[in-house]
């Protein structure tokens, strides 16, 4: 299906940017600095590649994709998504030009609004952001976390026999409650500020507007009792690389657990390009780590992160909840 595809229009061709393809600074760069002589990584930087999470099946074996066939994508893109279709959030670009979609519809029961008001994504020669394991997809389940997974009670979501939420605990993001890491978000309100300053780093995260204050000073983690969405983060130089690790999560990320310890890896490759790796350690979830790697750009127009309100929260949250009840009753009749 894809190869077919890709041969059709194999005379397309588009010169991607090198350090998008290899992670390479260009030749002669050197990244900037700080006052205090630390790498410079301030900025505000967009994270908009269309790139999956985990490689696809049609592509398996390989891990880059030819300019050619980047620059079919590219264009298969433009003219499927040309702001009359439901908007498409997270892998749903990539997947859909992939599998030769002539439409795309929501998955969401309600619909949802068109990709008029979405960023443009943007295509590299990867087809994974996941590095390791090198077959660029998350580890199988452990049993444990298997276990976790079946015995976890489905929500529903217009599958019929599914549990309705049970009260505004299971509604997860309709309640606007903060961000998260890692930072995932790509293409919908996927901006990241980065401010540096003496013996910190903070990150201002667009998606529900939420600030993390990272130490650079080697203090000690806090007690495990406290947990949060952004847990307990600690940061340090190695080289020109900021390395984050934090502990404290609550669980949830990917079916992931308390014991979940996430490291990440900042690194300027460029004046407009930010590398940024992640990797997910959590024996009690997978069977071994696995890694990703994420390119971002110098956020286009004003380079300002704007107040992500979450204004729908205001009536979601009870409105689900009464439908919920309403739907009890009459299924109760």
């Known amino acids: ?11 397309a061709v588009v010169m ?16 900037p600095r700080t006052p205090d002589g630390q790498p410079d990584l301030q ?30 994508l590219r264009q298969k893109a433009a003219e499927l998504f040309n702001g009359d279709t439901d908007a498409a959030f997270g892998d749903s670009v990539y997947r859909a030009v992939l599998n030769e979609a002539k439409d795309f ?17 943007w295509f590299e020669n990867r087809t994974s952001l996941i590095v390791d394991p090198p077959d660029g997809r998350i580890p199988p389940l452990t049993p444990e976390a298997q276990a976790r997974r ?100 609550k669980a949830g990320r990917r079916g992931s657990s308390s014991h979940l310890r996430l490291t990440e890896r900042f690194t300027r490759v460029a004046d407009d390009i930010l590398q940024y790796e992640y990797t997910m350690d ?7 780590p696995w890694t990703a790697r994420v390119f971002m750009r110098s956020a286009p127009g004003t380079g300002t992160v704007y107040e992500f309100a979450c204004h729908e929260g205001n009536y979601s949250v009870s409105n689900t909840l009464r439908g919920a009840r309403a739907l009890e009753l009459a299924e109760s009749r």
């Open 1 to 11: 299906m894809i190869n077919r595809v890709f041969t059709a229009l194999a005379a």
């Open 16 to 31: 991607m940017v090198p350090v998008v393809a290899a992670g390479q600074a260009p030749a002669g760069w050197t990244a």
């Open 43 to 72: 900025g505000v930087w967009a994270s908009d590649s269309a790139t999956p999470l985990e490689r696809p099946a049609p592509l398996a074996g390989r891990e880059y994709l030819t300019d050619e066939e980047v620059a079919l």
């Open 105 to 121: 519809e929501s998955t969401d029961t309600t619909g949802n609004y068109n990709q008029f008001w979405l960023i443009d994504r």
């Open 150 to 249: 079946e015995a976890a009670p489905p929500l529903r979501n217009g599958a019929r026999g599914a549990e309705l939420p049970r009260g505004h605990e299971d509604l997860g993001g309709m309640r606007c409650m903060g961000g998260g890491v890692p930072m995932t978000g790509r293409g919908y309100n996927s901006n990241y500020q980065i401010v540096q300053a003496d013996g910190h780093v903070a990150i201002l995260m667009e998606m529900m507007h939420d600030t993390r204050i990272i130490p650079l000073d080697g203090r000690p983690h806090l007690s495990s009792d406290i947990r949060g969405n952004l847990g307990d983060s600690r940061g340090h130089w190695e080289g020109d690389t900021l390395i984050v690790e934090t502990t404290n999560l």
């Open 282 to 288: 959590d024996a009690t979830t997978w069977e071994k």
